[in-house]
Every structure is written in structure tokens, then in C-alpha cells.
């Protein structure tokens, strides 16, 4: 599966951006998915989460009651909504897919097909 991801661009504080993740090759229905975000000079974090088949949704504590993930099934895409944003949430993030789930889902090393990174810069 080729994952595209679309979205990033400049916010200030408080303010949203909505980060998607177009699929080709495959549809998402049977792949769990996820966002990872980097930040200069930091490892590669976990930020979000979406669970194939329960439709469950996991966050890093960080973005918790902050970011959402979804699924658009018709658009085979996988949404990233970020709301209340931080001059911390600064980072290129990146979607990522895996066939089924994981459990150790946070670490990077568990999912297998990613994307190029969206650049997200958030001012204060």
C-alpha cells in the first residue's frame, strides 16, 4: 500500500490543521493505521492510532482530548484532526499502516508501509 499524506502547513496556538492520509494500492479496510511525528533532533513519536477491525482509536497522552483519528472509508483516507495545537505538536508527521494490529503499536518499528512526512509548525 502507497500512503500520501496532505494537510500540514502553519497554525498558531490554539488553532487547528486537519492532517489526511490517502491510500493506494490497497484500501484501508484491512489495514490498522496510524500518525508518528518527528520533531529536529527527537525521535520519531507515536501520536495517534486506528485499529482495524474493532475501529478502536489510541493516543499519545500529549494530544489526548486535543487530536482525533479517523477513518473516511469512501475516501479511503485516514484523518488526522488537530485541534487546540501547541508550539510542541511542531514536527513533520508522518501515517503509517500495518495488515491487522499490533500491540506494541507506540513504537515505530511495528508498522510496515509509511509515507513522506507533512510539515506541521505551530507558532506562538
Known amino acids: 500500500v502507497q500512503l500520501q499524506a496532505s494537510g500540514g502547513g502553519s497554525a498558531q496556538a490554539g488553532g487547528s490543521l486537519r492532517l489526511s492520509c490517502a491510500a493506494s494500492g490497497r484500501t484501508f479496510g484491512s489495514y490498522s493505521a496510524a500518525w508518528f511525528r518527528q520533531a529536529p533532533g527527537k525521535e520519531r513519536e507515536f501520536v495517534a492510532a486506528?485499529?482495524?477491525?474493532?475501529?478502536?482509536?489510541y493516543y499519545a497522552d500529549s494530544v489526548k482530548g486535543r487530536f482525533t483519528i479517523s477513518r473516511d472509508k469512501a475516501k479511503n483516507t485516514i484523518i488526522l484532526q488537530m485541534n487546540n495545537v501547541k508550539p510542541e505538536d511542531s514536527a513533520l508527521y508522518y501515517c503509517?499502516?500495518?495488515?491487522?494490529?499490533?500491540?506494541?503499536?507506540?513504537?515505530?518499528?511495528?508498522?510496515?508501509?509509511w509515507g513522506p512526512g507533512t510539515q506541521v509548525t505551530v507558532s506562538s
Open positions: 503509517t499502516a500495518r495488515l491487522n494490529w499490533s500491540v506494541g503499536y507506540y513504537s515505530s518499528s511495528a508498522w510496515n508501509y
Open positions: 486506528f485499529r482495524t477491525p474493532t475501529l478502536a482509536t
